[in-house]
């Protein structure tokens, strides 16, 4: 089964495990590899960098989190962002769009609480 964490999934995941509900616990203690956006990991920096979200050296800390995880970096690819443009806009968030539209052309689930995201055609794996 192809997960794809969403931002806010995969901190939680890294950070405050008790956040997650039950179901996504056991995926990610199931030995199965989630998935995680390049555009995730871009969000997070973005919002480190103007102050948003505090993480004591962010760099290293994201690499280690992706390696304890054992997540595989999804890039954004072409077909990806060519995606976005069928997209209704119930999420105007760009990071979240992307996101709906990897899962979508990669066959994926999204692991998120994002009510905007729930309104597309993809499943939520929660």
Not at 27 to 39: D, I, K, M
Not at 47 to 52: D, L
Request: with cysteine.
């Amino acid at each position: 089964m192809k997960i794809i964490l969403d931002s806010h999934a995969f901190l939680w995941a890294t950070s405050a495990p008790e956040r997650l509900s039950p179901k996504l616990k056991t995926f990610l203690e199931s030995g199965e590899r989630p998935l995680l956006s390049a555009a995730s990991l871009w969000e997070i920096c973005i919002k480190v960098r103007i102050g948003k979200l505090v993480i004591a050296k962010p760099a290293m800390w994201l690499s280690q989190a992706v390696k304890d995880l054992q997540a595989t970096v999804l890039p954004v690819r072409g077909n990806h962002a060519i995606a976005t443009l069928s997209l209704p806009d119930h999420h105007r968030d760009p990071f979240d769009r992307i996101i709906v539209a990897q899962a979508i052309e990669e066959g994926a689930a999204i692991a998120t609480m994002d009510a905007r995201i729930k309104n597309y055609a993809v499943d939520i794996f929660w």
